[in-house]
């Protein structure tokens, strides 16, 4: 009951910020309303890109990560390198008035195969039993 209510409240305050900020943003996004259009749709994007890393974590440490405590690290690092991936992707989906540099401008490349492969020798290492 008490996580329930502590994620209840996490999500009401990160709409509550999403909300405080969308007056500002909607001045500064170039493009006008086609714009802002993109910027949330990519926003709803991330979004969903998060909750299907969080569902690979719960899929991935299941019930036994008690029993398996290497499990935890990985989980993170997992989230981790799943979350630093959404979130090139949101920057390069977002119009801007200034070019990225090129290390995260270009659509695929050395970082963005750096961080899949991370994520997934995480999750793989995570399957592993150490008994």
């Known amino acids: 009951m008490h996580d329930k209510l502590l994620m209840l409240a996490g999500v009401l305050v990160g709409l509550a910020a999403a909300y405080g900020r969308y007056s500002r943003l909607k001045h500064q996004i170039p493009g006008g309303a086609p714009g802002r259009r993109s910027v949330f749709v990519a926003i709803g994007l991330y979004i969903v890109h998060v909750t299907v890393g969080l569902f690979i974590i719960l899929a991935f440490s299941g019930s036994g990560a008690q029993s398996r405590p290497h499990v935890v690290p990985l989980m993170i690092v997992?989230?981790?390198?799943?979350?630093?991936?959404?979130?090139?992707?949101?920057?390069?989906?977002?119009?801007?008035?200034?070019?990225?540099?090129?290390?995260?401008?270009?659509?695929?490349?050395?970082?963005?195969?750096?961080?899949?492969?991370?994520?997934?020798?995480?999750?793989?290492?995570?399957?592993?039993?150490?008994?």
């Open 78 to 131: 997992f989230f981790l390198a799943w979350i630093l991936f959404g979130a090139i992707w949101l920057l390069r989906l977002v119009p801007r008035n200034t070019p990225l540099p090129s290390l995260i401008g270009d659509r695929f490349n050395m970082l963005d195969a750096a961080l899949l492969a991370g994520a997934a020798l995480a999750l793989a290492a995570s399957l592993v039993s150490f008994e």
